[in-house]
């Protein structure tokens, strides 16, 4: 909730002393409330008062720290609803299920497909960023479980999910220093919770049955002064855990209501009933609605294609395209011999391609325009992307001099642009490549290979 | 103080579209709330599922779908049974990628043939779509409109180029339904709207198609387009936005890298056809959370898991 000038100088010294650059504190306060100012400039501000306006000023929906240094994440922090009314800032989490109830095979399979599903796209690392560790029955094996996850050397953060608060204890012992998330904090067993994370200031995880019996935990939890928490949305269907996530949200940022102003917890896992594309389907759901942490069964790769990839897209600024800087770039150790391909500005576009050039081996020039940070097509059709811009650049690049071979690979779909490039730049051979970037490193090898055997 | 459901309430309804006839059409929209929002107000149909055939024989797809369709692809009419009776779709998208210039070409009376034969061959509903090459669509339509006058088909699509032609034919002259189709983007998708209730085909008679990509590939404009689109639809009552959405999503999913990687080009990455599928089932899933009240899928998996979590929404 924004605070006006006139809260704020209530809470003031009230001694005009100018210390802070302004002539009175009501004049300061003004400035602070428009954003002018910080509250810090002021060098006598009681911590009672600074303690009541960071809470006051403080987002509706608290950013949450957890995990530890190359596994440390922030979750929530959201501000609006709709992504093309400013960026979501804190993507979703995901986490994979391990239960005391498992075999030692099964604990190990999951351990080997976390380590095996790692990889980057777009300059981002993709991978399971948490271990849920969940306690059903087996004391003993909770224990054994939770040291086989830390010594599996995985990297990865944790949420402890158990509402014993003895054998919880105990098992935070195991994982004290890494920060970990601690599920299952109910009406019954709260204040025993609280007291448990509260000299470390773990992250804590409500669970309830329905919304009001959340709101109401909430409450009591925030009365014991704890504010480091996550909400589960559990319920018994995927159409009642989706209006939970939904009604947490939009309590937070639409109503203002901080009591709902937390990051949420989705065990899709539990939803979907071991039914591997049902996960997938209920994942996506609330990757796109307001699931913070999304909790899996297990991941492999065509789980985590979609998924990951949906959550790239979901999390980037809708404001600006993400663009690489137009200009010649080197790939394979490319020389005065290597051929030049074209591509667009946008960094998706950009990635893809050059990933594939690696992949292929083959050294060679990429020529990059200004194509407005659009895609190929989109470029195109917006007149971005076409044979004038694309000669210019390669005309005014200095490629010519940076490479002897004159062959000009464009991409397929532009396979349009091929008679006027020719017209506009004699001296090059145009090429058409293919359409989708993987076919790029067979067909720059057979390239490869006509060249070397023509010389 | 007790928790208060935090309710959202629009002016605006979306219309109610109907595709087919008989007890098996299907109805489309109908909400006044966003997609799935029960909690709002009435949510309108449950998003419906449809399976894509091709009027030829689908050289391109993966090996487990040639065999599950290998006694029926090469007859689409025979195929559509097929598909209706083994599959329970909610309805089937016939694509004619026979009828492309750069292939074979096939003739409009040839296209309105094979559609006649299937629609006659099925009773649930039939979307008919072109290969995306504008005019070619246009003459096509033209005379599969007349071919299965009667029927109630959706034409997919109408775009900028040849929206005269294709709303002349399907909204005007035989009462079928039109899909409007536009790049991303909420005033293209209006102004098109706009074009087509000038040449008198009524609103209620018009489906949107606003783009489709795979997710990954530039798909969060996909949503923000539906998003937008909808707030304008049902919060600011704009009529010339109010109408349901219908996705091909497979149109788009079966072409990118993670669909179409043979095991040992990436052998990390598993099998291909869980990767596809699972491409499919999360970008229809995605556009149905923001909106789409119809999605074209491929794989009957994708279409089996989407009824179900589309069942357990409703
Ligand atoms: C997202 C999107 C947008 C976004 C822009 C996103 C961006 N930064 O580019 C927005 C909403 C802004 C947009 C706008 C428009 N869009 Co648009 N858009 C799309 C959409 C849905 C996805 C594009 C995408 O991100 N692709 C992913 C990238 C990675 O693909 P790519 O760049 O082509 O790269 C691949 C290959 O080309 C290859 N490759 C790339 N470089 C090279 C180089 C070589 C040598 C080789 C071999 C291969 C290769 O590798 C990549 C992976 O395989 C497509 C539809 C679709 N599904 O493709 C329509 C689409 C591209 N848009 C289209 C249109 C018409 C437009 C507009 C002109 C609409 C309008 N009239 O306003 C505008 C243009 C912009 C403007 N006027 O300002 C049309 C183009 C039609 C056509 N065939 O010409 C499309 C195809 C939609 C459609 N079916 O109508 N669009
Ligand atoms: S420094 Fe503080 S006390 Fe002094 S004038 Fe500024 S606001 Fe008032």
């Known amino acids: 909730m924004a605070l006006t000038g006139l809260d704020i100088f209530k809470l003031t010294p009230k001694k005009n002393c100018k210390d802070c650059g302004f002539p009175t504190c009501l004049a300061f306060s003004m400035k602070v409330a428009s954003g002018g100012s910080e509250i810090e400039k002021c060098p006598h501000m009681s911590p009672e008062a600074l303690e009541k306006l960071s809470e006051a000023t403080a987002p509706p929906m608290k950013a949450l720290k957890f995990g530890k240094g190359d596994n440390e994440y922030t979750i929530g922090g959201e501000t609006v609803l709709f992504r093309h009314e400013k960026t979501f800032v804190n993507r979703n989490r995901f986490a994979v299920m391990f239960t005391d109830q498992l075999s030692e095979e099964a604990i190990q399979s999951k351990l080997d497909n976390i380590k095996k599903v790692n990889y980057v796209r777009i300059g981002e690392t993709m991978k399971v960023e948490i271990a849920a560790i969940k306690y059903v029955s087996d004391k003993e094996k909770y224990f054994n479980l939770i040291k086989k996850v830390k010594e599996s050397g995985i990297s990865i953060a944790y949420m402890l999910i158990c509402e014993d608060v003895d054998v919880l204890k105990e098992a935070l012992e195991l994982v004290k220093d890494e920060k970990p998330i601690v599920y299952g904090a109910t009406k019954d067993n709260y204040e025993a919770m609280v007291s448990l994370v509260k000299d470390q200031k773990l992250p804590l995880g409500l669970k309830a049955d329905g919304l009001e019996e959340l709101y109401n935990l909430v409450e009591k939890v925030q009365g014991l002064d704890y504010k480091e928490l996550v909400l589960g949305t559990e319920a018994s269907s995927v159409k009642e855990t989706f209006k939970n996530a939904v009604q947490i949200r939009r309590t937070a940022l639409k109503e203002q209501d901080r009591k709902f102003g937390y990051p949420s917890v989705v065990f899709a896992n539990e939803l979907a009933n071991n039914d591997s594309n049902m996960e997938i389907a209920i994942a996506s759901l609330f990757v796109v609605k307001y699931g913070s942490i999304i909790v899996l069964e297990d991941i492999d790769y065509a789980k985590a294609l979609s998924l990951f990839s949906l959550r790239q897209n979901v999390f980037t600024d809708p404001q600006r395209p993400m663009r690489v800087e137009p200009d010649i770039y080197p790939i394979n150790g490319a020389d005065e011999n290597s051929p030049v391909l074209v591509t667009v500005d946008f960094a998706l576009t950009y990635f893809i391609v050059a990933g594939e050039i690696e992949r292929s081996k083959v050294p060679v020039w990429v020529a990059i325009p200004d194509a407005g940070g659009y895609s190929v097509l989109t470029a195109w059709a917006a007149g971005k992307f076409g044979a004038g811009s694309i000669s210019k650049f390669i005309k005014e690049s200095g490629i010519a001099e940076k490479t002897k071979s004159r062959k000009l690979i464009l991409p397929g779909l532009v396979a349009v642009l091929k008679g006027e490039l020719e017209d506009e730049l004699p001296e090059w051979e145009i090429i058409i490549g293919t359409e989708e970037a993987m076919h790029i490193p067979k067909f720059l090898k057979q390239l490869n290979n006509t060249v070397e055997a023509n010389a | ?314």
């Open chain 2, 1 to 314: 103080m007790p928790f208060k459901m935090s309710v959202q309430d629009f002016k605006g309804k979306i219309n109610e579209v109907e595709i087919g006839k008989g007890e098996k059409a299907i109805k489309i929209g109908g909400q006044k709330a966003t997609a799935l929002y029960h909690f709002d107000n009435d949510a309108g149909n449950a998003p419906k599922i449809g399976i894509e055939i091709t009027d030829i024989y689908p050289e391109e797809w993966i090996a487990s779908l040639k065999e599950l369709y290998k006694d029926v692809a090469n007859d689409p009419a025979a195929w559509a049974k097929f598909v209706e009776e083994k599959l329970e779709p909610d309805f089937i998208c016939l694509r004619f990628e026979g009828s492309d210039p750069n292939g074979l070409d096939k003739s409009p009376e040839e296209c309105a043939e094979v559609a006649k034969a299937v629609v006659e061959a099925i009773s649930i509903p039939l979307v008919i779509a072109g290969t995306q090459n504008h005019d070619k669509d246009a003459k096509i339509f033209e005379k599969i409109t007349a071919a299965v006058d009667g029927h109630n088909c959706l034409f997919l699509a109408a775009t900028e180029e040849n929206y005269k032609t294709v709303g002349a034919s399907a909204g005007l002259a035989y009462k079928h339904k039109v899909g409007a189709e536009s790049s991303v983007d909420i005033n293209l998708a209006k102004q098109l709207n706009v074009l087509l209730d000038q040449l008198g085909v009524k609103n209620e008679d018009i489906t949107m198609h606003i783009g489709c990509s795979a997710v990954g590939y530039g798909f969060e404009y996909l949503i923000s387009t539906v998003d937008r689109i909808r707030l304008a639809a049902l919060g600011q009552n704009d009529k010339t936005l109010q109408m349901p959405i219908i996705t091909p999503v497979s149109f788009e999913t079966w072409t990118v890298k993670e669909s179409i990687a043979e095991e040992e080009d990436a052998p990390e990455w598993g099998s291909r056809e869980e990767r596809a599928i699972s491409i499919e089932i999360s970008t229809a899933t995605s556009i149905i959370a923001v909106g789409a009240d119809a999605v074209i899928v491929r794989h009957p998996k994708s279409l089996e898991t989407l009824k179900n979590l589309t069942s357990q929404l409703a």
